[in-house]
C-alpha cells in the first residue's frame, strides 16, 4: 500500500493515545467502583456519598491527565488534546511537525503546540519496539506514530484549504465536572463538619 493509498482515508479520524492511559482509566475505574460499593455496604447511602466526590476527583485526574491527552488527526488538520485545553489546527497553517520529548506542532502564528497526550519519545535506548514490515526493520512506536502524522500532513497540504484556522478552547465537558465535583466536595466537608 503506497503512503497516498493510506492517506487517503484520512476523512475517518486516527487517534493516537498512549495504550498505558486506557488501562490506567479502566483501572481507576474499577477502584472506584469498588471502594464506593464497599462504602455504601459498610457504612451506607449517606456516608458513600460523603465519600464519593474525593473518590470521583481522584478518577477525574486520571482521566483529565491520562485518558483525554490525544492527538487526532483527519483531513482537515490535527486536534492536539491536552489537560483542559484543546487546539484545532488546520493542516494548511501548520508549518513543522516534530518530536522532542512530545510531538510538537509549528504553526505559522509562530507558535508551537506542544502535545501531553499522543505519542511521546521514550528513554533513550529503551523504547519499546515495533516491527516496521514495509521497510523491513524495527523501530519505535512513537517514531511511526510521527511519521504517520507527519505524511497525513504532507499528503492533505496540496489541497488543504487556504483559509483554515488555528482554534484553541476549554475541554468544556472536564471543566464543568471538574466543577461540579469541587462544589460537591465543598458541600461534603460542611456536612461532615470538616469546613465548620
Known amino acids: 500500500m503506497t503512503r497516498d493509498e493510506r492517506f487517503r482515508g484520512t476523512e475517518h479520524p486516527r487517534v493516537f493515545r498512549a495504550p498505558s492511559s486506557i488501562f490506567g482509566l479502566i483501572l481507576g475505574a474499577v ?13 451506607g447511602v449517606g456516608e458513600m456519598l460523603l465519600l464519593a466526590p474525593w473518590v470521583l476527583l481522584a478518577l477525574w485526574a486520571v482521566y483529565a491527565l491520562l485518558f483525554a491527552p490525544h492527538v487526532r488527526i483527519d483531513a482537515e488538520g490535527i486536534r492536539i488534546h491536552n489537560p483542559l485545553r484543546i487546539a484545532d489546527i488546520a493542516w494548511a497553517r501548520v508549518l513543522d511537525i516534530d518530536m522532542r520529548w512530545q510531538l510538537e506542532v509549528r504553526t505559522d502564528e ?15 535506548g529503551r523504547p519499546p519496539i515495533r516491527r516496521d514490515d514495509e521497510r523491513g526493520r524495527r523501530e519505535p512506536p512513537a517514531i511511526r506514530d ?32 471538574l466543577l461540579v465535583l469541587i462544589c460537591w466536595v465543598i458541600i461534603a466537608l460542611f456536612i461532615s463538619g470538616g469546613l465548620g
Open 31 to 43: 477502584l472506584a467502583l469498588v471502594l464506593l460499593g464497599d462504602a455504601a455496604l459498610r457504612a
Open 110 to 124: 509562530p507558535r508551537v503546540v506542544k502535545a501531553f497526550g499522543g505519542p511521546v519519545a521514550g528513554r533513550p
Open 146 to 177: 510521527l511519521q504517520l502524522i507527519q505524511e497525513a500532513w504532507e499528503t492533505a497540504r496540496p489541497t488543504a484549504s487556504k483559509t483554515g484556522v488555528v482554534r484553541r478552547s476549554w475541554d468544556i465537558p472536564s471543566v464543568i465536572s
